[in-house]
């Protein structure tokens, strides 16, 4: 359908509204203005082809009433009705000018504007006149502007004169008052800093309007004038125009074109700047993205149609029925800010033309579509007896019996099901088997009413729905909670559980607890909801108790939570962890350190007296070593000689030696010989020489103390080397008395080891010196 757009009539003059319709004949057309239904009469009345004629338009009439308004046509036939969108009807007026041009003194070069201000409809059109003649457009220094704005710069004497605005539109015509133009003196030379004398207005318009946004400037030397967005976004060339010396002009406004725009004046060369800014607004009117589509469906399914529109600003959607505003109920709904429309459970009622109407400020559009009811006949008739009965708190069972009539043809049953508080979209359905009358509904929500209806179903088409039949379940128990023990001490333990929304609505909870080998309980202790520990008191530690909790509320008890806790660990813990006795463990603390004091003196002993046997030992070596070198170093005698006069040592006989002892030593030494024979060193096998063992069996025992002693070195060398001091052969005593005398008087070579030394200087510290004699001989 269409109709004219928003229009403008002239008074006294006729006026013609067209309204075109297409569709199936016949159709009726009727007018409507500000929605009451308009007479034939003489003044108005509707042409053969649906127009309406105004013969003779006026704005206020003598009864008081106005042609003005909005006007729109209603268009029907057998399928429905549908309503054109609204068109505003103004008359033409013109009033006076509100702003009249002013006299202005402005030195040559510098720049002049003037402005006159006057509104109508349609928009007059603002011309100047220059001592009663057109001001010459062709002038680039004049500039005419929209809005009754006229700019003129680098003024000259010649541009002196009477100026005065002419306003004109369809409605009148009409003078401003004059104003004088008055041009002083020459150019002057005089800097003045750039001032913007008229910065841009803010401005709303629609889409495909032209724009012109003033900026006005002067300054010496004359400023440069340039645009820029707020946002910073570039304002583009298309479109674009700079009118005069500043002034900036956009055609074919387009939504994007809004914004803050920016006018600056910098003078040249340099960055001294003055700016101004002003707003745009650019609206669109109302247009679909997606019109609703007409369709056909059966009896009890769902119908939907979808309304997408666009504008700027975004454009209010309403539906209509056959031309009337479109009330939502039960089975209508309405959603994503009215652009879809749903009609559940359809039935003939509905049948009807569906309009869906955009509207903004900038303007409205409209759009229709057709809802056609498939009913066929021989269909079932509704099913009987629909009861529903409440198993638990998430079930009910609904039953129901089959149709009255048309049976022969039901293929099911659909169950729809849905909370009684949620609107009809959230309705959801069960498919049944024909020979199934009844349907377990599950997974319903504790204390919730819901309802329920059956409808049978063919190949052509569903029953109309049964009665509709409403029931709430049961309320729920709370589930069971989280229970965990601790335990405090030997007579007390905690119980601890969690909260949770797993748990439902509780009201509570209850606490037993008992000795296991008793059949009573202790409790219930009630705790409230928001309570999540409780500690149980003197216990005995001997046994072992049970705990139980649960959570309950108005519909019962929910099931409980059982745990087994023993104290008995906890007092043999006691028992093998007993109270810090701290004067006792201090009185410990001190023994143990006088054990370990009495330690340390025990070890330091053991190794001075291994260090002493070790150096009495080397010393022992070193005699040996000594009595082998004599043996050498004396001429050889028969081995009947040297029986009878002894040794030879440092070149004397030693024939002062008890002849027992030199036959007990003679015999330890060939026991020695024995056990390690020697072999002849390698010189004297080299010069033939034999030895027997008979006669050299001193010197046997003298090389293997030396090879003990000396194992790197060859025989003459070890004995150089193992040659031991001059020193007579003391008693033990005596020689541990006077280590430091005998280190002193031995060669590098032949002094006893010095940690022997330090290890006895370390004892007779360690010990007392009462005690120091008697304990060396000890050691010794």
Request: glycine content about 6%; overall charge neutral.
């Amino acid at each position: 359908m269409l109709l004219t757009l928003d229009d403008i009539a002239v008074q006294e003059q006729p006026l013609i509204l067209y309204c075109q319709v297409e569709g199936i004949q016949p159709i009726t057309i009727t007018w409507r203005k500000n929605g009451v239904m308009i007479v034939d009469s003489e003044n108005a009345f509707m042409l053969a082809n649906g127009s309406l004629y105004v013969s003779r338009f006026q704005r206020v009439r003598g009864d008081g009433s106005s042609d003005e308004g909005e006007y729109d046509c209603m268009a029907q036939n057998h399928y429905g009705l549908v309503v054109s969108r609204k068109a505003k009807i103004q008359a033409a007026t013109m009033s006076d000018f509100h702003i009249h041009p002013q006299n202005a003194v402005v030195e040559e070069g510098g720049v002049a504007r003037f402005q006159c201000q006057i509104h109508g409809l349609p928009e007059p059109v603002i011309l100047w006149h220059k001592n009663s003649m057109p001001v010459n457009t062709d002038n680039e220094r004049y500039t005419l502007l929209p809005k009754g704005v006229l700019q003129i710069t680098g003024l000259r004497a010649e541009d002196s004169g009477i100026f005065h605005c002419v306003a004109t539109n369809i409605a009148n015509v009409k003078f401003s008052r004059e104003a004088r133009l008055t041009v002083s003196g020459s150019h002057s030379t005089v800097y003045k800093d750039p001032m913007i004398l008229v910065g841009p207005e803010n401005l709303t318009l629609t889409v495909h309007q032209t724009a012109v946004l003033e900026c006005i400037a002067t300054g010496n030397p004359r400023p440069i004038v340039s645009w820029s967005r707020l946002d910073g976004r570039p304002i583009g060339v298309e479109g674009i125009q700079v009118l005069g010396t500043g002034n900036l002009m956009i055609s074919d406004l387009t939504v994007q074109h809004s914004g803050i725009y920016v006018c600056a004046a910098n003078k040249p060369g340099t960055r001294v700047r003055r700016t101004a800014q002003g707003s745009l607004v650019v609206q669109a009117p109302a247009e679909f993205v997606q019109h609703p589509q007409s369709i056909s469906r059966p009896v009890g399914t769902t119908a939907i149609f979808t309304c997408v529109a666009q504008g700027e600003p975004p454009p209010q959607i309403t539906w209509l029925r056959n031309g009337q505003i479109l009330e939502t109920s039960d089975h209508i709904k309405l959603k994503n800010n009215n652009s879809t429309l749903s009609i559940y459970g359809i039935n003939q009622a509905d049948e009807a033309i569906y309009q869906c109407l955009a509207e903004n400020s900038a303007g409205s559009t409209q759009a229709s579509a057709r809802l056609t009811v498939l009913w066929a006949d021989g269909l079932p008739s509704p099913p009987q007896a629909v009861r529903a009965e409440t198993v638990s708190a998430t079930t009910i069972q609904v039953s129901w019996e089959k149709p009255l009539q048309n049976t022969k043809e039901i293929i099911g049953y659909v169950l729809h099901i849905r909370k009684a508080a949620d609107p009809v979209e959230m309705e959801y359905q069960e498919a049944v088997s024909k020979s199934t009358f009844q349907q377990l509904v599950t997974d319903l929500e504790p204390s919730t009413s819901y309802s329920f209806y059956i409808k049978a179903y063919t190949s052509r088409g569903a029953s109309k729905a049964s009665e509709v039949t409403v029931v709430s379940t049961l309320g729920e128990v709370p589930a069971m909670p989280s229970l965990f023990i601790k335990v405090i001490n030997s007579t007390t333990v905690q119980a601890m559980w969690e909260p949770s929304i797993k748990l439902g609505q509780h009201e509570g909870f209850k606490l037993y607890y008992r000795k296991v080998h008793l059949s009573q309980y202790t409790g219930p202790v009630l705790l409230a909801s928001n309570v999540t520990a409780y500690n149980i008191t003197h216990l005995d530690a001997s046994v072992v108790y049970e705990v139980k909790l649960l959570a309950y509320n108005q519909h019962g008890d929910g099931n409980s939570t059982v745990r087994f806790v023993s104290l008995r660990e906890t007092v043999e813990r006691t028992v093998l962890n007993p109270p810090c006795d701290c004067m006792k463990d201090e009185q410990n603390n001190k023994t143990s350190t006088t054990g370990i004091i009495i330690g340390i003196h025990i070890g330091v002993t053991c190794i001075i007296f291994c260090i002493l046997f070790l150096m009495f030992g080397y010393r022992g070596r070193l005699l040996m070593c000594k009595n082998v070198q004599e043996q050498l170093s004396t001429p050889q005698i028969p081995r009947s000689q040297r029986s009878a006069t002894g040794f030879v040592l440092n070149g004397a006989t030693r024939r002062d030696r008890d002849d027992r002892d030199l036959n007990g030593k003679q015999l330890d030494m060939n026991e020695l010989e024995r056990l390690f024979p020697a072999s002849p060193s390698q010189e004297q096998q080299e010069k033939g020489i034999t030895v027997s063992p008979a006669g050299w069996e001193h010197t046997r025992l003298g090389e293997l103390s030396l090879s003990l002693h000396c194992p790197l070195l060859s025989l003459p060398s070890r004995l150089t080397a193992c040659q031991p001091p001059t020193t007579k052969l003391r008693s033990p005593h005596s020689l541990w008395m006077s280590s430091a005398s005998l280190r002193s008087s031995q060669t590098p070579s032949q002094k006893t080891p010095m940690a022997a030394v330090l290890l006895l200087q370390l004892l007779t510290t360690v010990l007392p010196m009462k005690d120091k004699t008697a304990k060396t001989r000890s050691l010794l």
